[in-house]
Structure formats: structure tokens, C-alpha cells
Nanobody
């Protein structure tokens, strides 16, 4: 059974940094994609960043240059380093995993497994 568990969410001031982690258990596919999504109150869930088994990364335009997605060397932990945080980054952040390579613009439908989310709040 695949389980994803996020951690690292917190409340920070604008301009600050956070690192989110997602620990995966029971998930091992030679071809895969893992991603971070976020959902703010009253808004749709948005794909923030993704990385596939070949190391190819995808970012939404609003976080390019500020956020970095990466995986641990054992591939069991997914990270999202978030720098220069803005109030508009405030959201519940979810980890997701797929059996396929990442596809830009694919949305939630590509992903087979989801974590419960970790809250990020950025104050001005």
C-alpha cells in the first residue's frame, strides 16, 4: 500500500523560506512522476512542481526561480524548497505520485496517490 506523508508546513513572513518534505512508503516504480500541488481557500488545486524518474522537472510560472523540487538519493523522500515566499503562496500543499512520466499541464488526473497535505501560511 502506497502512503505519502507531508511535513514542514509552517507560518512565515513574506520573504522567508520553508522546506517541505514528503516521505513515500510502498512506492517503487522505475518510471514515475512525483509532484507538489497546492490549494488555497476558494481556489482549485494547482500543480506547483513535478519531477520524474529521469530527473526532469516542471514548475508553474509563479514559482520559477523561487521553488526547487528534488528527491533524496534513496528516492523515498520528495522535497520542495521554497524561497522568497509571498502571501499568495499561502495554501495547503499536497504531495502526489504517479505511475507515469510527468506531463506538463496534466493536472490531478495523472496522479494515483496523494498525501493529506501540510499548511503553508505566508504573512505580509
Amino acid at each position: 500500500q502506497v502512503q505519502l506523508m507531508e511535513s514542514g508546513g509552517d507560518s512565515v513572513q513574506a520573504g522567508g523560506s520553508l522546506r517541505l518534505s514528503c516521505t513515500a512508503s510502498g512506492y517503487s516504480y522505475s518510471r514515475h512522476c512525483m509532484a507538489w500541488f497546492r490549494q488555497a481557500p476558494g481556489k482549485e488545486r494547482e500543480e506547483v512542481a513535478a519531477v520524474d524518474s529521469d530527473g526532469v522537472t516542471i514548475y508553474v510560472d509563479s514559482v520559477k526561480g523561487r521553488f526547487t523540487i528534488s528527491k533524496s538519493s534513496d528516492k523515498n523522500t520528495l522535497y520542495l524548497q521554497m524561497n522568497s515566499l509571498k502571501p499568495e503562496d499561502t495554501a495547503l500543499y499536497y504531495c502526489a505520485a504517479s505511475h507515469q512520466y510527468c506531463q506538463e499541464g496534466s493536472g490531478q488526473g495523472l496522479y494515483n496517490y496523494w498525501g493529506q497535505g501540510t499548511q503553508v501560511t505566508v504573512s505580509s
